[in-house]
């Protein structure tokens, strides 16, 4: 299948090189003409304008959208009057499920599908492959099945599947899902944004009591009026290695993630540190995610 890829950051660029890997082809744009080298350097077709990408591509065309959520607005408006009935737009960023819908309303009136993919699996994702969390009309996202077979993990990288009446034939086993109508993608992906801050929330927490569980052998200081005195220092005596503890987490524990195997890699290379709730803050911020669930999900009672 040719797929147009609007956008050539790390991500887009990722895509393109997992879609090419796995024989389909890419016609690219970035605004930005020297962000396609990479992308031309892995076999994809540089454009230098949304009318050259569209007339590149046969009908039904596929254009996946991979910029920041503030410009995919202004993006599909360029595109939508350069599309023909048949043709899907793919917003693959983190667009607000509200905005999904009016999009996909808007776009169908021209006959013009939209699809909404939630993606989970970062800078990580070219090689391990990405978690997608799929809207759209059902015979779309059908038929854009290869595009997402070849972006999601496998079986094979994703683990074996969880359900005995699954047996690896349903797309779930292999990484990706298809949620619902358009807007459904992107609403499971915030939610699955709150889960994985609370998580990182979690392990700060705890790994930061860890950290301080030595407080009783501490020389005393001053008094303050923001400290509370340590009654009895003698149950805080232990000198504990995070690294050890959270590389022991990994393997065969409940609490075992792969968030947990990057907090493990940060606290090997910094081992008298733990995550703190700004890192976790600041992490979700510079992605772009931190929005809250809880008051982006549901309207507020009243």
């Not at 496998?154 to 899902?177: F, L, T």
Request: net charge positive.
């Amino acid at each position: 299948m040719k797929v147009g890829m609007v956008g050539l950051g790390r991500m887009g660029t990722n895509r393109v090189r997992r879609l090419l890997g796995a024989g389909h082809e890419c016609v690219a744009f970035d605004i930005h003409p020297p962000a396609s080298r990479e992308a031309v350097k892995a076999g994809a077709t540089a454009t230098r304008s949304l009318t050259e990408l569209v007339s590149k591509l046969e009908t039904p065309r596929a254009i996946w959208i991979m910029v920041p959520a503030a410009v995919v607005e202004s993006t599909v408006g360029e595109l939508a009057p350069l599309l023909a009935k048949g043709d899907t737009v793919i917003d693959g960023g983190h667009s607000y499920y509200h905005d999904d819908i009016r999009r996909a309303e808007t776009l169908g009136r021209s006959g013009v599908d939209y699809v909404d993919v939630g993606t989970s699996g970062g800078v990580w994702g070219f090689e391990r492959g990405y978690c997608l969390m799929i809207g759209g009309e059902p015979a779309v996202v059908k038929r854009l099945d290869g595009i997402f077979a070849a972006l999601a993990p496998g079986v094979e990288d994703g683990g074996k599947p969880h359900r005995e009446q699954d047996n690896g034939k349903g797309i779930a086993s292999r990484g990706y899902v298809h949620c619902g109508p358009a807007a459904a993608g992107h609403f499971v992906k915030m939610v699955h944004n709150g889960i994985e801050y609370g998580m990182m929330a979690a392990y700060a927490e705890g790994l930061n009591i860890l950290r301080h569980a030595n407080a009783g052998k501490q020389t005393k200081s001053a008094a303050d009026a923001e400290t509370a005195p340590l009654r009895h220092p003698e149950l805080y005596q232990y000198d504990l290695n995070l690294a050890d503890i959270a590389e022991a987490w990994r393997h065969g524990s409940v609490i075992g993630s792969w968030l947990l195997d990057l907090t493990t890699t940060a606290l090997k290379k910094s081992a008298d540190s733990a995550p703190s709730r700004a890192t976790c803050r600041t992490r979700a911020r510079a992605a772009g995610l931190s929005k809250q669930p809880s008051t982006r999900a549901y309207p507020p009672l009243s």
